[in-house]
Nanobody
Framework: QVQLVESGGGLVQAGGSLRLSCAAS????????MGWFRQAPGKERDVVAA????????YYPDSAKGRFTISRDNAENTMYLQMNSLKPEDTAVYYC????????????????????WGQGTQVTVSS
């Protein structure tokens, strides 16, 4: 089992940047594929980035390509999401998620694929 804690959210102007962190408990962080999701009020929870156990494979939906970068430090049990060129439509609660997998290069981009979730961190982008 793993526990996840997000941090780094806040209020930023359009065009600005934020870096989110997801700290994981336990000694088997490298056994988990990870993902970042977001949910705006009245909308479904959507993936914004996903990364494999090793960090060698990543996934971004079109809305995040070229602006967001997911990374992980398995030695520090931490995953990151660097968000640049933020837009008001990026405003949402951002969640990190984990899924145990035996496939080192696999990533997952639907919320049903994940077993563990953090509590979320609010990101607000003002226009």
């Amino acid at each position: 089992q793993v526990q996840l804690v997000e941090s780094g959210g806040g209020l930023v102007q359009a065009g600005g940047s934020l870096r989110l962190s997801c700290a994981a408990s336990g000694r088997t962080f490298s056994s988990y594929a990870m993902g970042w999701f977001r949910q705006a009020p009245g909308k479904e929870r959507d993936v914004v980035a996903a990364i494999s156990r090793s960090g060698g494979s990543t996934y971004y939906p079109d809305s995040a390509k070229g602006r967001f970068t997911i990374s992980r430090d398995n030695a520090e049990n931490t995953m990151y999401l660097q968000m640049n060129s933020l837009k008001p439509e990026d405003t949402a609660v951002y969640y990190c998620a984990a899924r145990s997998t035996s496939y080192s290069r696999a990533y997952y981009y639907t919320d049903n694929d994940y077993d563990y979730w953090g509590q979320g961190t609010q990101v607000t982008v003002s226009s």
